[in-house]
């Protein structure tokens, strides 16, 4: 079973930066590496929302309008783990962060689609103040 756990997340003042990471575990063999893995947040009140998304293959990264210039996806597949680099924070990018993987590669009409993902992490909060 694959676990995902991320880090990194805390309180930062505006114009700030924080790195998330996203340690997994529990692969199996050559199947169960995850073809698309992203980042997602949810705000209280809100719906969980796709802002970073990667295809492990080739390193193709993807992001949302929202996040896009300053927010950076990254892998190390050394250290299973993914990152998601932040800078340029807003107090709008208040949220609570999920790492989530999907054993299909998922194209650009699912891939910001939350219910197509396999596995997520348990999330780690980010709070930026103005």
């Known amino acids: 079973q694959v676990q995902l756990v991320e880090s990194g997340g805390g309180s930062v003042q505006a114009g700030g930066s924080l790195r998330l990471s996203c340690s997994a575990s529990?692969?199996?063999?050559?199947?169960?590496?995850?073809?698309?893995m992203a980042w997602f947040r949810q705000a209280p009140g809100k719906e969980r929302e796709g802002v970073a998304f990667?295809?492990?293959?080739?390193?193709?990264?993807y992001y949302a309008d929202s996040v896009k210039g300053r927010f950076t996806i990254s892998q190390d597949n050394a250290k299973n783990t993914l990152y998601l680099q932040m800078d340029s924070l807003k107090p709008e990018d208040t949220a609570m962060y999920y790492c989530?993987?999907?054993?299909?590669?998922?194209?650009?009409?699912?891939?910001?689609?939350?219910?197509?993902?396999?596995?997520w992490g348990q999330g780690t909060q980010v709070t930026v103040s103005s």
């Open positions: 989530a993987a999907s054993r299909s590669y998922l194209g650009v009409r699912l891939r910001p689609r939350a219910q197509y993902y396999n596995y």
């Open positions: 529990g692969y199996t063999g050559y199947t169960s590496v995850p073809a698309t």
């Open positions: 990667i295809d492990t293959d080739d390193v193709t990264t």
